[in-house]
Structure formats: structure tokens, C-alpha cells
């Protein structure tokens, strides 16, 4: 349990750590992710008046979507472990004169909701960096209604997920990077569908469907502002990249700069390919 713990509020300080960065790149980073934020709520099969839960909500993602599909007769309640992630979140959607979505600040595996309340939830891209992923998933199957179905996002592997894997292989260059041990938290803690799977039916999850989304990271202009925004949003690579001398710091932005825009599938810019698990299953 202490070992639960201490991953735990390292992950928590982590992406508070860089919840300026969210805040700073939300914009770019929301539309390029809009296609996955779409996917979830149809798997979910959210629908005008639907009462839907979002885990680890970020900036709002997807949580400011669905209230705008679920419309007045519905309702979003959206949770994230991070303050500065539900009050930016908070504020974006008073911006949207959304009026059907709360948020609050809330650890995604100890969710204190009343049984059988919502008809569908959702989670982007946080199960990896939950501790005890069963957990979690069991709390939202809680809150569900029996049939209601969840739908989640996770990256697949680091060969699928350059964007992503490019600056760790650069990383290592300049330290050791551990390699994350069975049951550890991380980006690519389920990069293995049959993981996932497994996961959500130990929550209880039912008729389980797992698919493939393309999703390419595209828009900064530069290797360097690629790389600039990266360590504005990783948390887990910012805490790295703290630890590194002022030169290494120096050259491992140049290098990883370099290698994203000689990987970058189109000019001008870089944009490098990913690709998502979107799973759904049923309570």
C-alpha cells in the first residue's frame, strides 16, 4: 500500500508540475485530440440527455464535448486528481456558457459516487498513470447504471508512438532511463490491448471491444517547439529532463529538435504519427 501511495503522489505532483503547460497548449493540443475525444462519445454511446461521468477530465477533455452533445436535459460531472487541470477546465466551460457540466477535484481510484447514477463514462489517456488501474475501474463501474457503457483511451506501443518514443530513445543518450517494471504507472503502461482488456474485465466490464485510432501529432512549427512543448505537458519527461546538467539540457533539446523534424512525416512544421487504443465495455 505504501508503494500504491508514493507512485501515487508522484504522479499527482508530477502533472500539476506541468498543468501550465496544459493550460499554455490547450488550445493546438485539443483539436489535434478532438477525433479521439469523438470516438470516446460514441463508444460510450453518449446521446442527447445522457447523465455521463469523465475521469481524469485534464483541460476538459472530454468532458466539455459531451456536455455540448448531451445538451440542457443532460449532465457531465468530470473529475481530475489535479486542481489546476478542474479549474482551468472549470473556467473554460463558464467560457463555453456551459451550464450542464460540473467539476470537481477528486482521486480517480477513491471516486465517492452514488451507485447506478450515470449512463455512460469516459477517460482519456489517464488509466496508464493510475496506480491500481483495477481500482479505479471498479469505482466507475460502481457509479454506472447496469448496461451503461465506459470508454477509455491509452497509447499503444512505443514502435506506434514515435512522437512519443523519440525523445526517451534521445533520453538515454544522456541517462539512464529505468525501464518501467510489470504493474508500473506510465505512458505505455497499456500498450498491450490484451492488457487492457483484462483490466477491464476485472472491473466487471462486459462485451469489451478495443480498436486502433491513428492519431498524428502535428503542429508545432519547429523540432525545438515540438520539443518545447513536450516537456511544457510530460510530466514525466519534464522530471527527467530536470535532473540533466544545463549542457545536457542544451544539447538533448537540439538533438531531440533535429530528429523530430528529420522524422516529420509533411514540411513545413513537424508532425510525427501515434496511435490510441479506444476500448469500451458495458457494466
Request: with cysteine; hydrophobic share 45%.
Amino acid at each position: 500500500m505504501a508503494n500504491r501511495n508514493d507512485a501515487k503522489s508522484r504522479e499527482v505532483q508530477s502533472w500539476t508540475a506541468v498543468a501550465p503547460g496544459w493550460r499554455k497548449h490547450d488550445g493546438r493540443i485539443t483539436q489535434m485530440l478532438d477525433r479521439v475525444s469523438v470516438r470516446l462519445l460514441d463508444m460510450a454511446g453518449i446521446k442527447e440527455g445522457s447523465a455521463v461521468l469523465d475521469v481524469a477530465c485534464g483541460t476538459g477533455e472530454p468532458a466539455i464535448p459531451a456536455a455540448r452533445r448531451v445538451g440542457t436535459t443532460g449532465r457531465v460531472f468530470a473529475t481530475d486528481a489535479v486542481a489546476g487541470m478542474a479549474d482551468f477546465a472549470r473556467k473554460k466551460a463558464a467560457a463555453a456558457n456551459l451550464g450542464n457540466i460540473d467539476f470537481q477535484v477528486m482521486d480517480a481510484e477513491q471516486l465517492d459516487l452514488p451507485s447506478a447514477t450515470f449512463d455512460a463514462a469516459t477517460m482519456r489517456f489517464a488509466l496508464m498513470f493510475m496506480p491500481a488501474p483495477v481500482a479505479c475501474l471498479q469505482r466507475v463501474h460502481r457509479a454506472l447504471k447496469p448496461g451503461a457503457r465506459l470508454a477509455l483511451a491509452t497509447w499503444a506501443g512505443p514502435d506506434r508512438n514515435p512522437w512519443a518514443s523519440l525523445p526517451l530513445t534521445v533520453l538515454r543518450r544522456y541517462m539512464e532511463v529505468p525501464t518501467p517494471a510489470p504493474g508500473q504507472t506510465g505512458l505505455f503502461a497499456f500498450a498491450e490491448p490484451t492488457h487492457l482488456q483484462q483490466t477491464m474485465a476485472a472491473a466487471g466490464f462486459q462485451e469489451i471491444v478495443i480498436e486502433a485510432l491513428d492519431v498524428l501529432w502535428s503542429g508545432p512549427e519547429s523540432g525545438r517547439a515540438f520539443f518545447g512543448e513536450l516537456i511544457d505537458i510530460s510530466g514525466p519527461l519534464a522530471s527527467l529532463f530536470a535532473k540533466l546538467s544545463d549542457a545536457d539540457k542544451r544539447a538533448y533539446a537540439d538533438e531531440v529538435a533535429a530528429e523530430a523534424e528529420r522524422r516529420s512525416v509533411r514540411t513545413p512544421g513537424v508532425a510525427l504519427p501515434g496511435v490510441a487504443w479506444i476500448a469500451a465495455g458495458r457494466s
